[in-house]
């Protein structure tokens, strides 16, 4: 085996393992899963708008467990079930908020800790109306700013909404700096009165594009609810497809885990064999030149069946002479073939 196959194989054995370490690192991003086993709590909120299946429990910004399940209760209140990390610190006051994970609407369970030494509390436990908190609607929100949103620059409405958004959730600034920003914000209006007639001159002259191609709009939208509709039907499709790629995942994985030290053992035996063929190489060329001329003539041996067939061309032997006989011994060969 010549030097390049050997490179030619074990680059092809480093691709395959870094494909499934890469196809599993996939699958759990995917699942979105956390380590270790955990524990199953039930929090009651208000209103529970916009939390999915799957979305994080955090602790200290740290993801700590997995909304499991999201149902009403008593007809009036969001039943929420989730598992967190048996390595979280759940103790006897601890709350549970629904916060904002992004401006798109995405939403996580934040979860603060109670006293360091108190109890922790036990699996089942259930977080009533008064250890909760429902987060903030920002629609009813922002509705109240749509009078000055409407005259805002995109940059400007991005920062404004950012401090909302902290100040609300007790992340960052006071409400004093987002009163400051929003008044820098109508001073720099009250300045610029010429760009604004401008931009209403030019948004006129965009709806009337719009306006002139509302068949097409029309279309796309439609469009777009049937490619959404049908992603609501296939999502036991969906959510099917990506439990086998987790169970195919685990199968990979054991697979490769039984497999690894034979196939380290094969792959040192190869380096073996190869080394032998490469010293031994004038030998083994020598049998590859005569091996097409051996089997040939092997094969009319056996050209009749599955048998093979042998012509004696002499017998050679000494028998005692029996009295009275004067005949020769031995066999002469008559055949062509012999001579």
Partial sequence: MSPTLIKTIAKSVAFTVITVLATL???????????GSGSEYVALFTDATSLNKGDDVRMAGVKVGTVKDISVSDDKVAKVTFTISTSAPVTQGTTAELRFRNLV????IDLHPGAVDGARLPAGYTFDLQHTRPA???TLLFNGFQPLFRFLDAKDINTLSGQIISVFQGEG?????LLNSTADLTSTL????????ELVTNLNAVLGVVDQRSSQL????VTLQQLVSG??????AITSAIDGMSNLSSTVSGLLTQGRKPLKH???ALGHLAGNLADNGPVLSSFLKTLPTKLDRIGRTASYGSWINFYVCSIQGRIPLPEGYLGDLGVNPVAGRCS
């Fill in 25 to 35: 690192a996939l699958a759990g991003t995917i699942r979105n899963g956390t380590s």
């Fill in 105 to 108: 609407g995405q939403r996580y």
């Fill in 136 to 138: 903030l609607d920002l």
């Fill in 173 to 177: 600034d006071t409400v004093d700096g």
């Fill in 190 to 197: 009250a300045d610029r009165d010429q760009v604004i007639g």
């Fill in 218 to 221: 029309d279309t796309t939208l």
């Fill in 231 to 236: 992603l609501a039907q296939d999502r036991g």
């Fill in 266 to 268: 094969d792959i040192d």
